[in-house]
């Protein structure tokens, strides 16, 4: 499998890398991270490059991570830095990753550590903005190929059949749909004016009509990067004055078939209430766990290949984005293939 490397991708929550190492799967490579002496975020291949002992299953010693096999200690540049059987040769050293930790995301960049630029990482900071927002966030391991997932996401005509409680009966017939596309960003834009407020909705936004405009504009940047700003609005009034959740989705390629999915929503409305945000937690979870995940996993094992286009299958209106975004995927990795050769 054949994925772009020189991007950022979501490796773990800040929270969940600390003074004891986390073994993760990336792209089908073995990864250990944890926090050295001074609380820096350090990536390494997770196999000792003596008699390959994982890694993940020593301890922190230190700035260093101890092998549990034979006690070797590596640090942060992956230099081994003590050796209790002798001396240290010049080949005894461990791969390591460039990461970036931002707005409570530890960003992983899985081609050289040289070529890392966070400005090239897009911009996510609403999930970080807990002075307009209250924040809630969760991760599931998806049983599909990342960009199944991706396409899930960016074609949102699924909900008024998956999702009961976040769309109405006549959504996908209703929809005004967009596509815009900027540099090798994606955008689906979805916009339902004048319909019932959806239940969700109905915990955060008031109408006295019981109707309002519903938009829901997703973001997709390469690899699997999407942001979708939603939110209710009164009818024929500016986004600005009504409720609005922006929530972050971010897929990380473990293996060919499965996904890491972190996920983030921001709410601007009722804030102060954490009973509010305890069922918009257990209601995103609930959607994504138990009505996007089977589904896409199911049609996985209906097909071949995880490359739907080569399937030729049959395209709606609403697949636009998802298909430029697959074909603006496959030629950064064409392109950065073709620069490393």
């Given at each position: 499998m054949t994925y772009l490397r020189n991007t950022?991708?979501?490796?773990?929550?800040?929270?969940?890398?600390?003074?004891?190492?986390?073994?993760?799967?990336?792209?089908?490579?073995?990864?250990v991270f944890?926090?050295?002496?001074d609380g820096k975020p350090v990536?390494?291949?997770?196999?000792?490059?003596?008699?390959?002992?994982?890694?993940?299953?020593g301890q922190v010693v230190g700035n260093a991570l101890q092998c549990p096999y034979h006690g070797l200690r590596y640090?942060?540049?992956?230099?081994?830095?003590?050796?209790?059987?002798?001396?240290?040769?010049?080949?005894?050293?461990?791969?390591?990753?460039?990461?970036l930790e931002r707005w409570?995301?530890?960003?992983?960049?899985?081609?050289?550590?040289?070529?890392?630029?966070?400005?090239?990482?897009?911009?996510?900071s609403v999930i970080a903005d807990t002075e307009n927002h209250a924040v809630v966030s969760g991760y599931l391991k998806v049983g599909a190929h990342y960009q199944m997932v991706a396409d899930n996401l960016l074609d949102l005509s699924h909900?008024?059949?998956?999702?009961?409680?976040?769309?109405n009966p006549d959504a996908a017939s209703r929809v005004k749909f967009s596509l815009k596309v900027v540099g090798t960003t994606v955008w689906s834009i979805n916009d339902w004016p004048d319909e019932p407020i959806?239940?969700?909705?109905?915990?955060?936004?008031?109408?006295?009509?019981?109707?309002?405009?519903?938009?829901?504009?997703?973001?997709?940047?390469?690899?699997?990067?999407l942001l979708n700003d939603i939110g209710f609005t009164h009818c024929g009034r500016p986004a600005s004055e009504g409720s609005s959740m922006p929530n972050a989705h971010l897929l990380t390629p473990e293996t060919e078939r499965t996904t890491h999915y972190f996920w983030a929503a921001a709410r601007t409305h009722k804030r102060d209430d954490p009973t509010i945000g305890?069922?918009?937690?257990?209601g995103i979870d609930q959607a994504f766990r138990n009505e996007d995940e089977p589904m896409v996993q199911a049609c996985q094992e209906r097909m071949s290949s995880t490359d739907v286009l080569s399937l030729h299958p049959v395209l709606l209106p609403t697949d636009v984005a998802a298909v430029r975004a697959r074909r603006m995927l496959a030629q950064l990795i064409k392109a950065e293939e073709g620069a490393a050769s």
């Open positions: 950022w991708y979501a490796a773990a929550w800040s929270q969940e890398v600390q003074d004891r190492p986390l073994a993760r799967m990336l792209l089908g490579e073995p990864v944890y926090r050295d002496g990536a390494l291949a997770d196999r000792c490059p003596h008699r390959f002992a994982p890694l993940s299953k640090d942060g540049s992956g230099a081994c830095v003590q050796n209790p059987h002798g001396r240290i040769t010049e080949n005894n050293r461990v791969a390591t990753y460039a990461l409570g995301v530890i960003w992983i960049w899985m081609g050289a550590p040289a070529a890392s630029d966070p400005a090239l990482l897009p911009d996510f909900a008024e059949y998956l999702h009961p409680m976040l769309g959806t239940p969700m909705w109905k915990l955060m936004f008031e109408s006295p009509t019981g109707r309002g405009d519903r938009r829901a504009h997703m973001r997709w940047d390469p690899p699997s990067n305890e069922k918009i937690r257990q």
